[in-house]
């Protein structure tokens, strides 16, 4: 995937906006547990950065995916991942399906305010006993006339505090495990739907995350995304997405933290000499950059791939579980070389560190990419579904 000067053209709208308008609130959003989701997704959505990829008779810039990457990668830039993941859960997470296989009227009333801005939107997947097996959810979807009764309840669901809508999945047949799933958009101002407070999280402090309660919610059946019984296929789709997003965006957030290590490396001075003329330490760093670069290319790589129609399965499943990994393997340096400074919790290192964390457990755990991974590589125990 090369850039263009239009990527580069996004990417610095991205970085405008970022700079202006996000950065220099992240430490009270972190501080207060939440940010205002609405206020930012608006002013992403005026600028198009929402919709980037989605069809342009609803809102979108009908770009192809690669351009995406290009703002996601941006989205590295914000010193609250909390915030940037929120970002990714709008354009990345609870979008794709009803862009590709909403119906025309489904996507004007829920996809089109979407990219404007105007709706924040929540993907409900998780459950109490059901995260990186989604095979395993019970939310249920009972029809009666022309509506569904849903009754159910979601886990760690990201901007559920301030969602207007949920790209909610539930069973809606008796069918196997695999074919009884449809994804379902669910208002969240329904009867019955009902939140819990803001869990206290290690990370992703600006993001709110809470537990969502279904209870009896009538919705028309009529919102259900595509055909019935195809929201598995239609869920492991924006995985791929969701996974794609969650390495690029660590990308800059990695090169941001060893450029912070090393400028404070080069100002300390320890045994007479700076911190940074260890041999040690510049070359662990030099190490980790490299390895940055070289899940850029995985990155980039596998986005040529999806944006011509190639199953990237075994790439996104490899990119998630690398960025997860070395996000946890380059915070962890360059906290050790900030040394106590690097323990204080306002220090930007300590929060990557926190936040990074997720990167290995949400979207699917490290050890479900392996199972991904290996399946395709046909190594797999006999059996194995």
């Not at 342009?56 to 914000?78: K, N, P, R, T």
């Not at 009972?142 to 990201?158: A, F, L």
């Not at 379902?184 to 739907?193: L, Q, R, W, Y």
């Not at 997405?241 to 300390?268: F, G, H, P, S, V």
Request: with cysteine.
């Amino acid at each position: 995937m090369l850039y263009t000067d239009e990527h580069r053209a996004i990417a610095e709208t991205a970085n405008k906006v970022i700079q202006s308008e996000i950065n220099p609130y992240c430490d009270q959003w972190e501080a207060e547990g939440i940010f205002p989701a609405r206020e930012v997704f608006q002013k992403l959505g005026k600028l198009g950065l929402l919709g980037i990829n989605k069809p342009v008779e609803f809102g979108g810039m009908g770009l192809d995916y690669s351009y995406q990457m290009a703002f996601s990668e941006e989205l590295g830039v914000i010193e609250s991942a909390g915030v940037s993941m929120a970002i990714g859960v709008q354009s990345d997470m609870s979008t794709p399906a009803l862009a590709k296989h909403g119906s025309d009227a489904l996507r004007a009333e829920f996809l089109t305010p979407a990219i404007a801005g105007d709706y924040v939107m929540s993907i409900a997947v998780s459950e109490p006993n059901a995260g990186s097996d989604v095979a395993s959810i019970k939310t249920s979807a009972r029809k009666d006339g022309d509506d569904y009764i849903i009754n159910g309840t979601k886990m760690w669901i990201t901007n559920s505090t301030q969602a207007d809508v949920l790209c909610l999945l539930a069973n809606t047949s008796d069918d196997a495990a695999h074919k009884n799933k449809s994804l379902i958009i669910v208002p969240t101002d329904t009867p019955g739907v009902s939140v819990s407070e803001p869990f206290n999280k290690l990370g992703m402090r600006a993001s709110d995350t809470a537990q969502v309660f279904l209870d009896d919610v009538r919705v028309p059946q009529s919102n259900l995304i595509g055909l019935e019984g195809l929201g598995f296929m239609y869920q492991m789709e924006q995985f791929q997405e969701e996974r794609l997003y969650a390495a690029a965006t660590n990308l800059k957030m990695l090169e941001r933290c060893i450029a912070q290590t090393i400028d404070y490396a080069r100002q300390r001075q320890a045994f007479g000499q700076s911190i940074l003329d260890n041999q040690v330490v510049r070359f662990t760093l030099a190490e980790l950059q490299t390895e940055v670069e070289m899940l850029r290319a995985l990155v980039y790589s596998a986005t040529e791939e999806y944006v011509s129609g190639i199953d990237v399965t075994t790439k996104a499943s490899m990119a998630k579980l690398v960025a997860g990994r070395l996000s946890r393997k380059v915070t962890d340096a360059c906290l050790q070389y900030f040394g106590g400074s690097g323990f204080m919790w306002d220090n930007p290192v300590s929060r990557a560190y926190r936040d990074g964390r997720l990167g290995s457990i949400g979207g699917g755990a490290d050890e479900v990419m392996l199972e991904i991974i290996c399946k395709k590589m046909g190594t797999s125990p006999t059996g194995k579904r």
